[in-house]
C-alpha cells in the first residue's frame, strides 16, 4: 500500500506571532479564495500587499478575542478558519467560525470538515457553548456547515458584496453546543 504522505493534513491553532511569520503563506491563500469568488470579506482582484495587511490585522485581532486554526500538508498551509469570541459581556458563551477557507489544491478530500471539527473541539475546551456562521446560499460553505450539524437560522438579503461587487445574500447558521 501507497501512502500519500503530502495528502497528509495536520491541523493546529497558531499563536500571533506565527500569524505574522507565515503572514505570505496566509496572504497566498487568501488571494486563491478570492480569485475563486469566495466571500470573506474582501474584493477582487486582491493585491498581495492588501492580503498581508489583512492577515497581520487578524494577528493583531488574536491580542483579543480571534483564534486562528490553520491545515497544513507537505505542501504548507492548505486550509485555515478563525474562531471569534463575541465580544459583548451579556455572550461570554458564544463565538463565530470566520473565513474558513481550504485553498484550492486541497479541497474535496475532508479539510474543511477536519478545521470544523479542530474548531469546535476547541470552543468546547473554551467553554462555548453556542457556534455561528454565515455563508453564501447554495456554496460549498453552506454544505459543509449542514454536515457537521448547523442549523439554518434564515437568510438575510443582501447582506454582503461579492468579491466583484454585486450584492448576495447570507444564510446564518448557529450550532448548540450541548
Ligand atoms: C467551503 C470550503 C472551506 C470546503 O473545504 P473542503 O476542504 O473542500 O471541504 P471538504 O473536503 O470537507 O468537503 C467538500 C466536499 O468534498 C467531499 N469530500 C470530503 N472528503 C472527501 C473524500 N475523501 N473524497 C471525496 N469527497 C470528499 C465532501 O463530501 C464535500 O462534498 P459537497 O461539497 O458536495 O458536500 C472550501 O470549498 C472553500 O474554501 N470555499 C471558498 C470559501 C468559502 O466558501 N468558505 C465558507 C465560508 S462561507
Do not use: C, W
Not at 503530502?6 to 496572504?27: C, F, G, K
Request: net charge neutral.
Amino acid at each position: 500500500m501507497t501512502v500519500d504522505v503530502a495528502r497528509q493534513v495536520s491541523i493546529r491553532r497558531l499563536t500571533p506571532e506565527e500569524v505574522r511569520n507565515r503572514a505570505h503563506e496566509l496572504a497566498d491563500m487568501l488571494i486563491d479564495a478570492v480569485d475563486a469568488g469566495a466571500q470573506v470579506s474582501l474584493m477582487r482582484p486582491l493585491a498581495p500587499l492588501s492580503a498581508v495587511r489583512f492577515v497581520l490585522d487578524v494577528a493583531d485581532a488574536m491580542k483579543r478575542s480571534t483564534h486562528l486554526f490553520i491545515a497544513e500538508d507537505a505542501e504548507g498551509i492548505v486550509g485555515a478558519a478563525q474562531l471569534v469570541r463575541a465580544s459583548a459581556a451579556n455572550q461570554p458563551h458564544r463565538a463565530s467560525v470566520d473565513r474558513l477557507l481550504v485553498h484550492r489544491r486541497g479541497r474535496g478530500r475532508g479539510v474543511g470538515q477536519e478545521l470544523m471539527q479542530e474548531l469546535e473541539t476547541s470552543a468546547r475546551v473554551m467553554g462555548i457553548t453556542l457556534l455561528t456562521a454565515d455563508a453564501a446560499p447554495g456554496g460549498p460553505g453552506e454544505r459543509l456547515y449542514r454536515r457537521v450539524g448547523f442549523l439554518e437560522a434564515g437568510t438575510i438579503p443582501g447582506y454582503a458584496l461579492d468579491p466583484d461587487g454585486a450584492p448576495t445574500d447570507a444564510v446564518i447558521y448557529y450550532k448548540p453546543l450541548h
